[in-house]
């Protein structure tokens, strides 16, 4: 089964990887639509009296559960580093109304309100080690602190996205709890870039196992229920069956979270959409498609229509 190239690797655009011989594996016939998939409740069960009658604050654009009531358009990246994506190729304030111009033009083809969002960067793969060793460079709050404001001044969602190199997860998401704490802060999990002992950047693509992953959302559905926020958009990078391990046993249940898988890769038409589809079998329920238009590496780049013209109609659609 054709997958689609994978993406540029964050700061090494101009190294190559010879990776097209993988393929997706692992996947049962099962296919997924929206109307097929479980919906969690907009907040869980409080703990005490104090907690049942706190009213949790509400998401850009009003109530409390992120999907199906809201679709979103994103630009990623880094700031101030245009090789890593669309949102580093101009200052805070220009990104926030490139996100809501792109968002516009979405609207009129979606029934439910489109928001703008920047996924950005938090933590970048790096080709060395590093002080601590993981091969990966996480970005102090200062540096993202423009972004993060302005975003906030302005009805921007964010998703912090983590390639954590030789380090995990949770470990990563752990050092930006103050961020997390914001009610409209979700998570980005970026598998290509979660390394095995002995592995390197570009060496491989990376992968990650359902174990991690669920360890990872306990602590962010604890820290949403604790702070008595609406649910946390995640976002689960894929674009072949090796980069999440045990897919099947991820867990979904979580009524803190909403659940995308997000279809990285750019490629043809053809060959984007056959991954978009195999990427759906054995699909747990309960998660959401998302998809990515790449300005440079897409050939050529959907339109807007194009977009979501597919099936199912993505629910987060990201810029690089």
Same mark, same amino acid.
């Not at 054709?2 to 692992?26: H, K, W």
């Not at 190729?89 to 968002?103: C, D, F, H, I, M």
């Not at 949770?170 to 979700?186: A, C, H, I, M």
């Given at each position: 089964?054709?997958?689609?190239?994978?993406?540029?690797?964050?700061?090494?655009?101009?190294?190559?990887?010879?990776?097209?011989?993988?393929?997706?594996?692992?996947?049962?016939?099962?296919?997924?639509?929206?109307?097929?998939?479980?919906?969690?409740?907009?907040?869980?069960?409080?703990?005490?009296?104090?907690?049942?009658?706190?009213?949790?604050?509400?998401?850009?654009?009003?109530?409390?559960?992120?999907?199906?009531?809201?679709?979103?358009?994103?630009?990623?990246?880094?700031?101030?580093?245009?090789?890593?994506?669309?949102?580093?190729?101009?200052?805070?304030?220009?990104?926030? !109304?490139?996100?809501?111009?792109?968002? %516009? =033009? $979405? +609207?009129?083809?979606? #029934?439910? /309100?489109?928001?703008?969002?920047?996924?950005?960067?938090?933590?970048?793969?790096?080709?060395?080690?590093?002080?601590?060793?993981?091969?990966?460079?996480?970005?102090?709050?200062?540096?993202?602190?423009?972004?993060?404001?302005?975003?906030?001044?302005?009805?921007?969602?964010?998703?912090?996205?983590?390639?954590?190199?030789? !380090?995990?997860?949770?470990?990563?998401? %752990? =050092? $930006? +709890?103050?961020?997390? #704490?914001? /009610?409209?802060?979700?998570?980005?999990?970026?598998?290509?870039?979660?390394?095995?002992?002995?592995?390197?950047?570009?060496?491989?693509?990376?992968?990650?196992?359902?174990?991690?992953?669920?360890?990872?959302?306990?602590?962010?559905?604890?820290?949403?229920?604790?702070e008595k926020l609406p649910q946390k958009a995640v976002v689960?990078?894929?674009?072949?069956?090796?980069?999440?391990?045990?897919?099947?046993?991820?867990?979904?249940?979580?009524?803190?979270?909403?659940?995308?898988?997000?279809?990285?890769?750019?490629?043809?038409?053809?060959?984007?959409?056959?991954?978009?589809?195999?990427?759906?079998?054995?699909?747990?329920?309960?998660?959401?498609?998302?998809?990515?238009?790449?300005?440079?590496?897409?050939?050529?780049?959907?339109?807007?229509?194009?977009?979501?013209?597919?099936?199912?109609?993505?629910?987060?659609?990201?810029?690089?």
């Amino acid at each position: 089964m054709p997958i689609m190239s994978r993406r540029l690797p964050t700061r090494f655009c101009c190294a190559t990887l010879a990776l097209s011989a993988l393929i997706l594996s692992g996947c049962s016939a099962n296919s997924h639509d929206d109307s097929a998939r479980s919906t969690p409740s907009a907040s869980a069960s409080a703990s005490s009296g104090d907690e049942a009658s706190a009213k949790p604050a509400e998401l850009i654009g009003g109530g409390t559960r992120m999907f199906p009531d809201r679709r979103m358009v994103a630009l990623y990246g880094s700031p101030g580093n245009p090789s890593l994506g669309a949102l580093g190729e101009q200052g805070p304030a220009e990104s926030v !109304q490139r996100a809501k111009n792109l968002a %516009k =033009e $979405y +609207e009129p083809l979606s #029934k439910e /309100p489109v928001i703008p969002a920047f996924e950005i960067i938090a933590t970048v793969a790096d080709a060395v080690p590093g002080p601590d060793g993981d091969y990966s460079n996480e970005l102090p709050l200062d540096t993202l602190r423009p972004l993060l404001d302005e975003a906030k001044k302005n009805g921007v969602y964010v998703i912090l996205d983590f390639q954590p190199g030789a !380090q995990d997860f949770t470990s990563q998401v %752990k =050092e $930006y +709890e103050d961020v997390l #704490k914001d /009610p409209n802060v979700g998570v980005g999990y970026d598998a290509e870039w979660r390394l095995a002992p002995g592995q390197r950047p570009l060496e491989q693509i990376g992968s990650v196992s359902a174990a991690e992953l669920n360890e990872s959302m306990d602590y962010v559905a604890d820290l949403t229920r604790r702070e008595k926020l609406p649910q946390k958009a995640v976002v689960l990078h894929q674009f072949a069956g090796s980069m999440i391990q045990q897919r099947e046993t991820l867990n979904t249940t979580h009524p803190e979270l909403s659940l995308t898988l997000h279809a990285d890769g750019h490629g043809t038409p053809d060959l984007k959409k056959e991954t978009w589809e195999a990427l759906q079998e054995g699909l747990p329920g309960g998660i959401y498609m998302s998809w990515k238009n790449f300005y440079d590496e897409d050939t050529p780049m959907a339109t807007p229509e194009q977009t979501y013209q597919i099936d199912p109609k993505p629910w987060v659609v990201t810029y690089q």
